[in-house]
Protein backbone atom coordinates (compact mmCIF):
# COMPACT_ATOMS: atom_id res chain seq x y z
CA UNK A 1 0.00 0.00 0.00
CA UNK A 2 3.00 2.27 1.02
CA UNK A 3 4.37 3.80 -2.14
CA UNK A 4 4.86 7.42 -4.23
CA UNK A 5 2.15 7.54 -6.69
CA UNK A 6 2.93 7.52 -10.26
CA UNK A 7 0.14 9.61 -11.28
CA UNK A 8 1.03 13.02 -12.02
CA UNK A 9 1.58 15.61 -9.14
CA UNK A 10 0.09 19.02 -8.08
CA UNK A 11 1.90 21.52 -5.91
CA UNK A 12 0.07 24.17 -4.91
CA UNK A 13 1.50 27.59 -4.04
CA UNK A 14 -1.30 28.09 -0.86
CA UNK A 15 -2.52 25.88 0.99
CA UNK A 16 -5.99 23.95 -0.12
CA UNK A 17 -8.56 21.99 1.26
CA UNK A 18 -9.12 18.31 0.37
CA UNK A 19 -11.50 15.99 1.30
CA UNK A 20 -11.03 11.95 0.73
CA UNK A 21 -13.46 9.00 1.89
CA UNK A 22 -14.79 10.15 5.45
CA UNK A 23 -11.65 13.31 6.19
CA UNK A 24 -10.91 16.63 5.16
CA UNK A 25 -8.09 18.32 5.72
CA UNK A 26 -5.46 20.85 4.51
CA UNK A 27 -2.66 20.44 2.16
CA UNK A 28 0.09 22.86 2.78
CA UNK A 29 1.73 25.23 0.15
CA UNK A 30 4.57 23.30 -1.66
CA UNK A 31 3.19 20.02 -1.01
CA UNK A 32 2.46 17.70 -4.25
CA UNK A 33 -0.77 15.64 -3.85
CA UNK A 34 -1.68 12.20 -5.80
CA UNK A 35 -5.02 10.26 -5.27
CA UNK A 36 -5.56 6.83 -5.97
CA UNK A 37 -8.61 4.46 -5.11
CA UNK A 38 -7.62 4.00 -1.37
CA UNK A 39 -5.42 7.03 -0.40
CA UNK A 40 -4.24 10.05 -0.88
CA UNK A 41 -0.56 11.34 -0.50
CA UNK A 42 0.81 14.75 -0.10
CA UNK A 43 4.53 15.41 0.01
CA UNK A 44 7.42 17.84 -0.15
CA UNK A 45 11.24 17.08 -0.49
CA UNK A 46 13.90 19.62 0.82
CA UNK A 47 17.77 19.97 0.04
CA UNK A 48 17.94 18.35 3.56
CA UNK A 49 14.84 16.02 4.23
CA UNK A 50 11.09 15.27 2.89
CA UNK A 51 7.98 15.02 4.79
CA UNK A 52 5.25 12.87 3.56
CA UNK A 53 1.50 12.26 4.64
CA UNK A 54 -0.63 9.77 3.02
CA UNK A 55 -4.39 9.47 4.34
CA UNK A 56 -6.01 6.21 3.80
CA UNK A 57 -9.87 4.99 2.89
CA UNK A 58 -11.43 4.43 6.32
CA UNK A 59 -12.59 0.87 7.38
CA UNK A 60 -15.05 -0.77 9.53
CA UNK A 61 -14.18 -0.15 13.35
CA UNK A 62 -14.19 -2.89 16.09
CA UNK A 63 -14.31 -0.07 19.16
CA UNK A 64 -11.20 -0.86 19.99
CA UNK A 65 -8.87 1.74 18.65
CA UNK A 66 -5.68 0.68 20.38
CA UNK A 67 -6.21 -3.01 19.13
CA UNK A 68 -6.83 -1.38 15.34
CA UNK A 69 -3.44 0.73 15.30
CA UNK A 70 -1.37 -2.45 15.71
CA UNK A 71 -3.40 -4.08 13.27
CA UNK A 72 -2.92 -1.09 10.97
CA UNK A 73 0.75 -0.59 11.22
CA UNK A 74 0.92 -4.33 10.75
CA UNK A 75 -1.00 -3.79 7.52
CA UNK A 76 0.84 -0.67 6.27
CA UNK A 77 4.31 -1.68 7.32
CA UNK A 78 4.48 -5.46 6.87
CA UNK A 79 8.00 -4.88 4.56
CA UNK A 80 9.37 -2.68 6.77
CA UNK A 81 9.31 -5.79 9.39
CA UNK A 82 9.16 -3.33 12.25
CA UNK A 83 6.66 -4.50 14.95
CA UNK A 84 3.68 -1.91 16.29
CA UNK A 85 4.56 0.71 18.66
CA UNK A 86 2.57 0.92 21.88
CA UNK A 87 0.43 3.65 20.48
CA UNK A 88 -0.50 7.01 22.97
CA UNK A 89 -4.26 8.69 23.27
CA UNK A 90 -4.27 11.54 21.38
CA UNK A 91 -6.56 14.19 20.05
CA UNK A 92 -6.66 16.00 16.05
CA UNK A 93 -8.79 18.23 14.98
CA UNK A 94 -11.49 19.72 17.13
CA UNK A 95 -11.23 16.80 19.69
CA UNK A 96 -11.57 13.80 17.67
CA UNK A 97 -9.90 10.59 19.55
CA UNK A 98 -6.87 9.12 17.90
CA UNK A 99 -3.94 6.93 18.97
CA UNK A 100 -0.07 7.75 17.43
CA UNK A 101 3.00 5.40 17.75
CA UNK A 102 6.08 5.38 15.33
CA UNK A 103 9.71 4.14 14.84
CA UNK A 104 12.33 4.01 12.46
CA UNK A 105 12.41 1.59 9.57
CA UNK A 106 14.66 1.85 6.65
CA UNK A 107 12.63 3.90 4.82
CA UNK A 108 12.66 6.32 7.32
CA UNK A 109 10.65 7.32 10.84
CA UNK A 110 7.22 6.80 10.32
CA UNK A 111 3.96 7.82 12.69
CA UNK A 112 0.57 6.01 12.20
CA UNK A 113 -2.12 7.81 13.35
CA UNK A 114 -5.68 6.28 13.34
CA UNK A 115 -8.86 8.09 13.50
CA UNK A 116 -11.76 7.98 14.96
CA UNK A 117 -14.49 8.59 12.26
CA UNK A 118 -17.52 6.54 14.74
CA UNK A 119 -18.00 3.39 12.89
CA UNK A 120 -14.68 3.69 11.10
CA UNK A 121 -11.30 4.30 11.47
CA UNK A 122 -8.83 6.47 9.08
CA UNK A 123 -5.28 5.89 9.15
CA UNK A 124 -3.05 8.68 8.38
CA UNK A 125 0.51 7.88 8.17
CA UNK A 126 3.39 10.90 8.03
CA UNK A 127 7.02 9.68 6.97
CA UNK A 128 10.15 11.60 7.03
CA UNK A 129 13.60 10.72 6.31
CA UNK A 130 14.58 10.49 9.62
CA UNK A 131 13.30 11.17 13.39
CA UNK A 132 14.70 14.80 13.08
CA UNK A 133 12.50 15.51 10.45
CA UNK A 134 9.65 15.31 12.71
CA UNK A 135 11.25 18.18 14.97
CA UNK A 136 11.68 20.25 11.70
CA UNK A 137 8.84 20.00 10.51
CA UNK A 138 6.34 20.42 13.51
CA UNK A 139 4.74 23.16 13.07
CA UNK A 140 3.47 21.97 9.78
CA UNK A 141 2.40 18.67 10.89
CA UNK A 142 0.44 19.94 13.83
CA UNK A 143 -1.37 22.51 11.44
CA UNK A 144 -1.98 19.39 8.95
CA UNK A 145 -3.71 17.39 12.06
CA UNK A 146 -5.49 20.20 13.56
CA UNK A 147 -6.96 20.68 10.68
CA UNK A 148 -9.09 17.55 10.30
CA UNK A 149 -12.87 17.64 10.00
CA UNK A 150 -13.97 13.76 10.38
CA UNK A 151 -17.84 12.95 8.69
CA UNK A 152 -18.67 10.43 11.25
CA UNK A 153 -19.86 7.10 10.09
CA UNK A 154 -22.80 5.21 11.58
CA UNK A 155 -21.57 2.18 14.56
CA UNK A 156 -21.81 -1.31 12.39
CA UNK A 157 -24.75 -3.58 14.46
CA UNK A 158 -21.28 -5.61 15.27
CA UNK A 159 -19.31 -3.15 16.64
CA UNK A 160 -22.02 -1.61 18.55
CA UNK A 161 -23.53 -4.93 20.24
CA UNK A 162 -19.29 -6.44 21.08
CA UNK A 163 -18.45 -6.26 24.47
CA UNK A 164 -17.11 -3.05 25.29
CA UNK A 165 -13.61 -2.37 25.49
CA UNK A 166 -11.74 -2.17 29.15
CA UNK A 167 -10.99 2.07 29.32
CA UNK A 168 -7.50 3.24 27.97
CA UNK A 169 -6.00 6.15 29.48
CA UNK A 170 -3.62 8.80 28.46
CA UNK A 171 -0.36 7.99 28.53
CA UNK A 172 1.07 10.00 32.60
CA UNK A 173 4.00 11.57 32.98
CA UNK A 174 7.27 9.63 34.43
CA UNK A 175 7.22 8.32 38.01
CA UNK A 176 8.06 11.09 40.64
CA UNK A 177 9.98 8.94 42.49
CA UNK A 178 12.14 6.35 40.98
CA UNK A 179 15.01 5.00 43.37
CA UNK A 180 18.29 4.18 42.80
CA UNK A 181 17.57 0.46 43.49
CA UNK A 182 14.95 0.55 40.64
CA UNK A 183 17.72 1.07 38.01
CA UNK A 184 20.19 -1.32 39.00
CA UNK A 185 20.55 -3.98 36.21
CA UNK A 186 21.83 -4.36 32.70
CA UNK A 187 20.15 -2.48 30.33
CA UNK A 188 20.41 -2.28 26.20
CA UNK A 189 20.35 0.85 24.38
CA UNK A 190 20.29 -0.93 20.75
CA UNK A 191 19.44 0.49 17.24
CA UNK A 192 15.85 -1.10 17.61
CA UNK A 193 14.19 -2.57 20.36
CA UNK A 194 15.33 -6.24 19.85
CA UNK A 195 18.95 -5.36 19.07
CA UNK A 196 21.43 -6.13 22.26
CA UNK A 197 24.91 -5.82 22.79
CA UNK A 198 25.48 -9.83 23.28
CA UNK A 199 22.71 -10.24 19.57
CA UNK A 200 25.57 -8.16 17.73
CA UNK A 201 28.99 -9.86 19.54
CA UNK A 202 27.31 -13.21 18.83
CA UNK A 203 27.71 -12.41 14.81
CA UNK A 204 24.31 -12.08 13.90
CA UNK A 205 24.51 -9.41 11.79
CA UNK A 206 27.70 -9.77 10.41
CA UNK A 207 28.48 -8.47 7.58
CA UNK A 208 25.52 -6.39 7.13
CA UNK A 209 24.95 -3.61 4.89
CA UNK A 210 22.74 -1.75 7.47
CA UNK A 211 24.41 -0.45 10.50
CA UNK A 212 23.21 -1.71 13.60
CA UNK A 213 24.60 -0.73 16.86
CA UNK A 214 24.27 -1.35 20.71
CA UNK A 215 25.59 0.01 24.43
CA UNK A 216 25.23 -2.46 27.15
CA UNK A 217 25.29 -0.96 30.57
CA UNK A 218 25.26 -2.58 33.62
CA UNK A 219 24.58 -0.10 36.87
CA UNK A 220 25.55 -1.41 39.75
CA UNK A 221 23.16 -0.49 43.55
CA UNK A 222 26.88 1.12 44.87
CA UNK A 223 26.60 4.06 41.55
CA UNK A 224 28.82 2.93 39.55
CA UNK A 225 28.71 1.01 36.29
CA UNK A 226 30.11 -0.98 33.25
CA UNK A 227 29.22 -0.92 29.59
CA UNK A 228 30.59 -2.56 26.43
CA UNK A 229 29.35 -1.10 22.57
CA UNK A 230 29.24 -2.96 19.26
CA UNK A 231 28.32 -1.69 16.58
CA UNK A 232 28.27 -3.34 12.49
CA UNK A 233 29.49 -2.08 9.34
CA UNK A 234 31.90 -0.52 10.39
CA UNK A 235 32.56 -3.05 13.01
CA UNK A 236 33.27 -1.06 16.29
CA UNK A 237 33.79 -2.77 19.68
CA UNK A 238 34.79 -0.55 22.78
CA UNK A 239 34.24 -0.86 26.93
CA UNK A 240 34.01 1.64 29.15
CA UNK A 241 33.05 2.22 33.11
CA UNK A 242 31.87 5.38 35.34
CA UNK A 243 29.55 6.26 37.87
CA UNK A 244 25.73 7.27 37.51
CA UNK A 245 22.97 8.70 39.94
CA UNK A 246 20.24 11.14 40.35
CA UNK A 247 21.14 14.84 40.84
CA UNK A 248 17.95 17.57 40.81
CA UNK A 249 15.46 14.80 39.28
CA UNK A 250 17.88 13.83 36.16
CA UNK A 251 19.54 10.48 35.54
CA UNK A 252 22.54 11.25 35.22
CA UNK A 253 26.04 9.40 33.62
CA UNK A 254 29.58 9.99 33.85
CA UNK A 255 32.49 8.59 31.87
CA UNK A 256 35.96 9.94 32.73
CA UNK A 257 35.30 13.93 32.00
CA UNK A 258 32.27 13.70 30.19
CA UNK A 259 28.80 13.79 31.83
CA UNK A 260 24.99 13.29 30.64
CA UNK A 261 22.14 14.28 32.01
CA UNK A 262 19.00 12.90 31.29
CA UNK A 263 15.08 13.42 31.87
CA UNK A 264 13.51 10.34 32.64
CA UNK A 265 10.29 10.66 30.62
CA UNK A 266 8.82 6.96 31.04
CA UNK A 267 9.47 3.72 33.09
CA UNK A 268 8.06 0.68 33.52
CA UNK A 269 7.72 -3.00 32.53
CA UNK A 270 6.62 -4.38 28.85
CA UNK A 271 3.77 -7.00 27.81
CA UNK A 272 6.96 -8.76 27.01
CA UNK A 273 8.46 -8.85 30.51
CA UNK A 274 11.60 -6.22 29.82
CA UNK A 275 11.38 -3.19 31.51
CA UNK A 276 11.80 0.32 29.46
CA UNK A 277 13.12 3.71 30.39
CA UNK A 278 13.11 6.06 28.01
CA UNK A 279 14.78 9.11 28.28
CA UNK A 280 15.81 12.08 26.86
CA UNK A 281 17.91 14.74 27.08
CA UNK A 282 18.03 17.55 29.96
CA UNK A 283 16.73 20.34 28.77
CA UNK A 284 14.68 19.37 25.69
CA UNK A 285 10.74 20.05 25.38
CA UNK A 286 9.37 16.79 25.84
CA UNK A 287 6.03 16.98 23.49
CA UNK A 288 4.77 14.08 20.52
CA UNK A 289 7.62 14.34 18.46
CA UNK A 290 10.42 14.00 20.87
CA UNK A 291 12.47 11.36 20.18
CA UNK A 292 13.35 9.37 23.39
CA UNK A 293 16.64 6.77 23.94
CA UNK A 294 15.15 3.74 25.00
CA UNK A 295 16.90 1.46 27.24
CA UNK A 296 15.67 -2.20 28.28
CA UNK A 297 15.93 -4.11 31.10
CA UNK A 298 16.28 -7.73 29.42
CA UNK A 299 18.29 -9.58 32.85
CA UNK A 300 17.12 -9.75 36.68
CA UNK A 301 17.96 -6.96 38.44
CA UNK A 302 21.49 -7.49 39.49
CA UNK A 303 22.91 -9.00 36.64
CA UNK A 304 26.83 -7.81 35.77
CA UNK A 305 29.19 -8.50 32.77
CA UNK A 306 31.07 -11.84 32.20
Same mark, same amino acid.
Given at each position: ?9 ? *? ?20 ? &? ?7 ? #? ?6 ? %? ?6 ? /? ?11 ? =? $? %???LLHASGV????? *? ?11 ? /? /????? *????? !??? *? ?23 ? +? ?18 ? =?? =? ?16 ? !? ?14 ? +? ?14 ? #? ?11 ? #? ?11 ? &?????? %???? $? ?12 ? #? ?44
Amino acid at each position: MFMFLAAVAL *VSAIPTTKTFDAVTFTVPAGFE &FTESSDHVN #FRRIDAAN %WLMFGIYK /GRAATGNLSAEFA =A $D %WNDLLHASGVAAPKP *VVRKVGSGIDARQ /G /GALTS *VGYQQ !LID *VDAGGSVVSIMIQSGNAEGFTTYRK +TIAEVLASLVVKRTPQSASA =AN =ATPAAPETAPTEAPKQIH !LSDLVGMWDWGSSTTT +TYRLLASGEYAGAASH #FSATEYTLTADGK #FTSRYWATHPQIN &FHSSGT %WGFE $DGLFVISEGNVTNR #FQIVSFGPQADGKTKMSLVRAGVEVNEYTQTDDWYRAAPKGAVLK
